[in-house]
């Protein structure tokens, strides 16, 4: 069974990785068999897992899905069940324990080739049936933002963040955490980006990889903003003006508050490069850190200036 060998570099990232790589194949073999699978493709991969196109016993195309034990995907299998294939991929079966996700086969075509504002409006539009009511199983959003609410305030003043966005991102955090949800709570997807949605059989789109929490549908947009990065660069207007233009889009079409959602996107972007400053030495990454703070801290400002 043959890995990208893009996969295989993340052996790289430390020990626990090369572990897992290396416990990789026979894995799969032994789900192939337990489920009774037949490859029918090359496997492709993102950042933390694995995808093996595969047919069913019943000889239905699907999708073999094996990551790297983490908590943000430690629940991924329930919100993809309590989905039931509504507005995002169908779970056709889960051993959670294993990392292991058995998914309908969907297209390997993405949004990331469409305009990026029409991007916005097909995200936007699946909000409404992704934040439906959750199950308690779930973790709540709320005790997330109050820690990363603590760990901004804990930042020495000479961090290489503007001051003043760094109190606004604890105060908005700290209020947003403590306050009820307009609506109630909801069930999110959390990084619903245009990597994040692929062309489907049954759906022309569908959402994939959800890192599910329970809050508030106005945390949502953030990964909107930051990722597709050099086409702002080139766009009319430059970086700002792009930017706005997203942000205004998917309010828009979402109907979402633009005040709330405004707030969110401040707190998501400084945790970002509070995630960053929090590297360990080495970490390897894909965009220097220089460049993501700047990145997190242009989102921030473009939104409310």
């Given at each position: 069974m043959r890995l990208p060998a893009g996969l295989l570099a993340y052996a790289a990232r430390g020990?626990?990785?090369?572990?897992?790589?290396?416990?990789?194949?026979?894995?799969?073999?032994?789900?192939?068999?337990?489920?009774?699978?037949?490859?029918?493709?090359?496997?492709?991969?993102?950042?933390?897992?694995?995808?093996?196109?595969?047919?069913?016993?019943?000889?239905?195309?699907?999708?073999?899905?094996?990551?790297f034990p983490h908590e943000e995907?430690?629940?991924?299998?329930?919100?993809?069940?309590?989905?039931?294939?509504?507005?995002?991929?169908?779970?056709l079966r889960a051993?959670?324990?294993?990392?292991?996700?058995?998914?309908?086969?969907?297209h390997r075509e993405d949004l990331t080739e469409r305009w990026d504002l029409e991007s916005c409006e097909v995200v936007a539009g699946l909000y409404a049936r992704l934040h439906v009511s959750a199950p308690g199983s779930i973790r709540r959003l709320a005790p997330y933002v109050v820690r990363w609410a603590d760990e901004l305030a804990a930042l020495p003043?000479?961090?290489?963040?503007?001051?003043?966005?760094?109190?606004?991102?604890?105060?908005?955090?700290?209020?947003?955490?403590?306050?009820?949800?307009?609506g109630g709570e909801r069930l999110l997807h959390t990084d619903l980006h245009d990597a994040n949605v692929l062309a489907g059989y049954r759906e022309e789109w569908l959402a994939i990889d959800p890192k599910p929490l329970v809050g508030d549908p106005h945390y949502e947009p953030a990964p909107l903003l930051w990722n597709r990065w050099e086409e702002l660069r080139s766009g009319p207007g430059g970086v700002r003006d792009g930017l706005r233009r997203r942000f205004h889009?998917?309010?828009?079409?979402?109907?979402?508050?633009?005040?709330?959602?405004?707030?969110?996107?401040?707190?998501?972007?400084?945790?970002?490069?509070?995630?960053?400053?929090?590297d360990p030495p080495g970490a390897a990454r894909t965009v220097t850190t220089d460049d993501w703070l700047t990145r997190c801290v242009t989102v921030a400002k473009a939104v409310q200036d």
């Open positions: 020990p626990a990785w090369a572990d897992w790589l290396d416990a990789l194949p026979a894995l799969l073999r032994e789900l192939h068999e337990e489920w009774q699978l037949t490859g029918d493709g090359e496997a492709t991969h993102g950042h933390t897992a694995v995808v093996l196109p595969v047919r069913t016993a019943g000889g239905r195309p699907a999708a073999l899905k094996v990551g995907a430690e629940q991924e299998h329930l919100a993809l069940q309590h989905w039931h294939g509504r507005g995002a991929v169908e779970l051993d959670p324990h294993r990392s292991a996700l058995l998914l309908e086969r969907l003043r000479d961090a290489p963040l503007p001051r003043r966005l760094v109190e606004q991102a604890v105060s908005s955090a700290r209020d947003l955490a403590a306050q009820e949800v307009p889009t998917v309010v828009d079409t979402a109907g979402l508050d633009e005040h709330r959602a405004r707030d969110w996107v401040v707190v998501r972007m400084l945790v970002n490069a509070l995630w960053r400053l929090q």
